[in-house]
């Protein structure tokens, strides 16, 4: 069975810096994306960052150029590298992996995923 398992999450000010963990198990096979989505109360969960079946990264434009998304194969982690957080970014963030093959928009559609982890809260205070 398949597990996402996130952590890294807290409070920190505007400006400051998280780094977000997801350590992946169960899979019979490496899944053909993953990323992370978020999701802020009363909103739409939405992409942030994902790699696409291509290996390439994908990121939301709200969060170009302040995150960055790494993954570490060995230890079966993806990391979401996040800096210069604003007040915004304020929201539970999740783990997802997906057996579909997916490029480019459809990679960050959260319809897309079948596999998601229990989420981490993200609270940036200004």
């Known amino acids: 069975q398949v597990q996402l398992v996130e952590s890294g999450g807290g409070s920190v000010q505007a400006g400051g810096s998280l780094r977000l963990s997801c350590v992946a198990s169960?899979?019979?096979?490496?899944?053909?994306?993953m990323g992370w989505f978020r999701q802020a109360p009363g909103k739409e969960r939405e992409g942030v960052a994902v790699i696409d079946s291509m290996r390439n990264t994908v990121y939301a434009d709200s969060v170009q150029g302040r995150f960055t998304l790494s993954k570490d194969i060995a230890k079966n982690t993806l990391y979401l590298q996040m800096n210069s957080l604003k007040p915004e970014d304020t929201s539970v963030y999740y783990c997802?992996?997906?057996?579909?093959?997916?490029?480019?928009?459809?990679?960050?559609?959260?319809?897309?995923?079948?596999?998601w982890g229990q989420g981490t809260q993200v609270t940036v205070s200004s």
């Open positions: 169960g899979y019979k096979r490496n899944p053909d994306a």
């Open positions: 997802a992996a997906s057996d579909r093959s997916l490029r480019g928009v459809d990679a960050i559609t959260k319809a897309n995923y079948n596999y």
